[in-house]
């Protein structure tokens, strides 16, 4: 639903709602994973296409964990449809040998979406993203723009993102 239950009412009142996208990166040397859950917005939506398209311009393969989106709103589902007219899969060789250089794993909240707007056959789905074995883990910061520090540029990352340790 649009709402979190919580078990208690102290839980409700200490609850502070997340406007967007909670969004983490996972990138490895050829691949990379970017999860998302939570109601996109105009502002999450562009972070999440920025992120997409610096790792998929750093040449590496990217799968979508989307599963956790229980809203989509336009400037979601256009970057989503952008991105696949941008990198269009059979113009670029993938190096996970899959034969697809972009891949998504979505809720059916936006499945429905994609479906509505027409554009779910533009998208490769698939069941759960593929995470690479080497990934180091990075969160996007929605609420504050943080920068990398100068050693790990080479991530091709956004520079809203701040390393987080693996729990």
Do not use: W
């Amino acid at each position: 639903g649009l709402y979190t239950l919580c078990n208690t009412v102290a839980e409700a009142f200490s609850v502070q709602p997340m406007d967007g996208l909670q969004i983490c990166v996972q990138a490895g040397e050829m691949a990379a994973v970017i999860t998302a859950s939570g109601r996109s917005n105009e502002r999450s939506a562009s972070i999440l296409d920025r992120a997409a398209r610096r790792i998929l311009d750093s040449g590496k393969c990217l799968d979508f964990d989307l599963r956790g989106v229980i809203y989509s709103d336009v400037h979601l589902i256009s970057a989503l449809f952008k991105l696949t007219k941008d990198y269009p899969s059979e113009s670029l060789s993938s190096q996970k040998g899959s034969g697809n250089r972009i891949r998504f794993s979505a809720s059916s909240a936006l499945k429905e979406a994609l479906a509505r707007e027409k554009c779910i056959s533009k998208l490769v789905l698939v069941d759960l993203p593929e995470l690479p074995d080497d990934a180091l883990e990075v969160s996007l910061a929605l609420q504050e723009r943080l920068t990398l520090p100068a050693q790990d540029e080479s991530l091709s990352i956004p520079s809203d993102i701040v390393f987080a340790p693996r729990i």
